[in-house]
């Protein structure tokens, strides 16, 4: 069955800046959802901030088995509720993949618990992002490292709780390091944090960034239906006989 893939975009810098629009004029979302879309097994739509409760809809929501995120300078005019509604989906099973500057959304705070601030630098300058985990399937298909000649500095301590998994070590020419691909479980859902991303940069026509998140796209969709555990409604009669 098709996987069902929304992508989130606040679609501000595409807007407002010459330069990203030169790169991105479709919007980062819709260069996304482009080469998610050419794929068999995927089913893409998009929704961005200022879209009806941010294009995320319960309706839309609840037909989402993978969320991807891309948000950076708007963070703050994300409506709780729909943050809240967001949370409440990842929890139930929806797979979430948070993109470079989402780790300062709300919904990625949410999930996270923790400030998730970070160091950063931006001098254009090169990344050597390291595969650490070669036999995960978020990185199949990758080289043992891969470079993107200019990115923007993201650099530890990242404020975040230990990851279940590090798959990706970004080193920077500037000599800090950072977690660059992470994942982390929360409820049913499969969380992935990727650091590529910096909207000035041609990044998401990268092969390699592509390759990760189709992967982690395939990787965070649901295996499970969610079934809630409903409790104090009666205490379950013991399996032995005692
Ligand atoms: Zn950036």
């Known amino acids: 069955m098709a996987i069902k893939v929304t992508v989130w975009n606040e679609f501000y810098h595409e807007q407002t ?6 790169i991105y004029p479709e919007g980062i ?6 080469f998610l879309g050419k794929e068999d097994d995927l089913v893409v739509r998009t929704a961005t901030l200022e879209m009806p409760e941010h294009g995320l809809t319960q309706e839309v929501l609840d037909d989402t088995d993978v969320l991807v995120w891309w948000g950076h300078c708007r963070h703050g005019d994300v409506a709780d509720e729909i943050v809240e509604r967001v949370k409440t989906r990842v929890l139930e099973g929806m ?7 989402t780790h300062k959304s709300k919904i990625f705070g949410a999930l996270m618990g923790t400030h998730c601030s970070l160091r ?5 300058e090169k990344e050597r992002i390291w595969v650490v985990e070669r036999s995960h399937p978020i990185t199949q298909g990758l080289p043992g490292y891969f470079e993107l000649p200019h990115e923007e500095m993201y650099g ?3 404020e975040i709780p230990a990851p279940d998994e590090l798959l990706m070590i970004g080193w920077f020419a500037g000599g800090e390091v950072f977690r660059s691909g992470i994942t982390y479980q929360r409820g ?12 000035t940069f041609p990044i998401y026509y990268d092969e390699n960034v592509r390759t990760v998140i189709r992967n982690a796209v395939r990787w965070a969709a649901p295996l499970n239906k969610y079934e809630p555990v409903v409790a104090g409604l009666h205490a379950p009669e013991p399996l032995e006989k005692l």
């Open 17 to 22: 800046n010459e330069k990203v629009k030169a």
């Open 29 to 34: 979302h819709g260069c996304i959802a482009e």
């Open 95 to 101: 797979g979430f993949i948070g993109l470079h500057s």
């Open 120 to 124: 950063w630098r931006e001098i254009a």
């Open 156 to 158: 530890e301590r990242f």
């Open 188 to 199: 049913y859902g499969r969380i992935f944090y990727f650091q590529p991303g910096h909207e």
